[in-house]
């Protein structure tokens, strides 16, 4: 794929490894008809001094919310078995904010806080408990406050119509988009093939395999909010069907009506589920904690995926993340 971008982008990923702020990287930019995939680096250092290649399996972090949480609640929305308007409180059953709607959570602005603290100190019955009956920190609408607890309310919902969370989204996500190695827990893939993340000494070390967030390693590994893994490969069909208006292969996956909901409700900078860059809804982007990142351009059919582990061996080191800014502009076309 002829992409000026490409080049940039890498350039800037290779001098990230090469300062050490990253280990390594797995990246692609395609079009309607082309992919650029590439894996620079290795996962770590010492034993995880292993190249990267398109075996790489990452913890996706946050994009848990696009990948699975958003674009099955929008599948829901599509056959109409809920609306954006939908109240909470009509899906689930006890629930101290019964009147939030939908889209409130997917937009981040019902007013729930943005996380529980002292998770570590909690159980995953003492853990729940906590969301259901979480305060409200601002009035519905009023304020965007990036919250783990709507979408993992709103993996509560999914669960509730479709029975399990991680079979509703394998049946209705991953398998139709041919994504075969991504879901939760994924146990039956080698260990080597998982990219470690941070070095937890209350987790025994170095997390590989395992659900890094700790609320949804509470939570058993299977959340809204975090839990899912994935391979660049898997990601790049993913958005393919994006970049093709929910089409992948000949077969819909999401419907227009979805596409005209995302432009909808875009405001603030996001819109159902995801951010937009510089507040245009035909520019979806997201990250995610552990390194990870999507940015698509619906007008252009361009998008960009590019996982990293940053966190690895430490959180503490926070260059990436203004690396990621700076390549996701470039893939953007903002030099």
């Not at 906590?130 to 993992?152: M, Q, W």
Request: glycine fraction near 8%; charge should be neutral.
């Amino acid at each position: 794929m002829k992409d000026e971008s490409v080049k940039l982008i890498t350039e800037r990923i290779e001098k990230a490894i090469d300062s050490r702020y990253i280990y390594g990287a797995s990246y692609a930019v395609a079009d309607e008809k082309n992919r650029s995939e590439l894996y620079l680096g290795t996962q770590g250092k010492d034993k995880y001094e292993v190249a990267i290649t398109s075996k790489m399996i990452y913890d996706l972090a946050s994009l848990t919310k696009v990948v699975g949480t958003t674009t099955r609640i929008l599948q829901l929305i599509d056959k109409g078995v809920i609306n954006p308007e939908t109240e909470v409180g009509e899906i689930l059953g006890r629930f101290k904010n019964p009147q939030l709607p939908i889209a409130s959570l997917l937009l981040h602005n019902s007013g729930l806080p943005a996380d529980i603290v002292d998770t570590r100190s909690l159980t995953k019955e003492e853990l729940t408990e906590k969301i259901r009956e979480a305060s409200l920190v601002n009035s519905p609408g009023s304020k965007i406050v990036y919250s783990d607890l709507g979408f993992i309310i709103l993996g509560w919902i999914i669960a509730q119509i479709d029975g399990e969370l991680s079979n509703s989204l394998d049946e209705h996500v991953f398998r139709p988009l041919k994504m075969k190695n991504t879901g939760y827990n994924l146990l039956k893939r080698p260990l080597a093939n998982f990219v470690p993340t941070e070095n937890d000494p209350q987790r025994g070390g170095i997390i590989q395999g395992d659900v890094h967030d700790y609320k949804a390693y509470l939570l058993g590994g299977v959340s809204g909010h975090a839990g899912i893994f994935s391979t660049l490969e898997d990601l790049g069909n993913f958005a393919s069907m994006y970049i093709n208006r929910g089409v992948f292969e000949g077969k819909e996956i999401l419907s227009a009506r979805s596409f005209n909901l995302l432009e909808q409700y875009s405001s603030g900078g996001r819109t159902l589920g995801w951010q937009t860059w510089n507040d245009d809804p035909t520019k979806l982007w997201h990250t995610g904690f552990t390194g990870t990142s999507i940015a698509l351009d619906l007008r252009n059919r361009r998008s960009f995926v590019c996982l990293t582990n940053r966190i690895y061996p430490t959180r503490k080191r926070e260059e990436w993340i203004e690396i990621r800014k700076a390549v996701t502009r470039l893939f953007y076309n903002e030099y």
